[in-house]
């Protein structure tokens, strides 16, 4: 069975990436998510090396950064997630005080909800996400 995260990885256009790490773009249905992925398979943050775990950071951080920089969000949520898939990933969700769930821990909408007339994503915006991949592309 192919692994989603491995074709990822070679398909997504990555907006960085160290020796460790990707991260890409993540839901449309949420404006700015983006995925750190590590590029191995792991399932657990027992099994990372400190160097591993440092290159995970590092990319969380520095992609946190540029979206601050550019779409200064209210907050940023990070949640790391493994054991579902084959790859330790972190997400990255800037938030608004005009998200539909405000107060509440992110949950990805599904494109069923997104389809919803009560949920409105603000899309990012070509502009935006060039702005954030042109600082990630020349600061590291
Ligand atoms: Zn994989």
Same mark, same amino acid.
């Not at 989603?4 to 997504?12: G, L, R």
């Given at each position: !069975? /192919?692994? /989603?995260?491995c074709?990822w990885?070679?398909?997504f256009? /990555?907006?960085?990436?160290? %020796?460790?790490?990707?991260?890409?773009?993540? +839901?449309?249905y949420? %404006?700015?998510?983006?995925k750190v &992925?590590?590029?191995r398979? $792991?399932?657990?943050?027992? *099994?990372? +090396?400190?160097?591993? $775990?440092? +290159?995970? !950071?590092d $990319?969380?951080?520095?992609?946190?950064?540029? &979206? *601050? +920089?550019?779409?200064?969000?209210? &907050?940023m949520?990070w949640? &790391?997630?493994?054991n579902?898939?084959?790859?330790i990933h972190?997400?990255?969700? @800037?938030?608004?005080?005009?998200?539909p769930?405000?107060? *509440? @821990?992110i949950?990805? @909408?599904t %494109?069923?909800? $997104?389809d919803?007339k009560?949920?409105? @994503?603000k899309?990012?915006s070509h *502009?935006? !996400?060039?702005k954030?991949?042109d600082?990630?592309?020349?600061?590291?």
């Amino acid at each position: !069975m /192919k692994c /989603k995260f491995c074709e990822w990885q070679k398909n997504f256009k /990555k907006i960085y990436e160290n %020796r460790h790490c990707v991260a890409v773009w993540g +839901s449309p249905y949420v %404006r700015g998510h983006v995925k750190v &992925i590590l590029k191995r398979h $792991a399932e657990n943050l027992t *099994e990372l +090396s400190v160097e591993e $775990a440092d +290159s995970l !950071m590092d $990319a969380w951080i520095k992609v946190g950064k540029a &979206i *601050e +920089s550019v779409l200064h969000p209210d &907050i940023m949520n990070w949640q &790391i997630n493994c054991n579902w898939t084959r790859h330790i990933h972190g997400h990255i969700y @800037p938030r608004w005080r005009t998200d539909p769930d405000w107060g *509440e @821990p992110i949950h990805l @909408p599904t %494109r069923v909800q $997104a389809d919803n007339k009560e949920y409105h @994503p603000k899309p990012l915006s070509h *502009e935006d !996400m060039l702005k954030i991949e042109d600082l990630l592309f020349h600061k590291n």
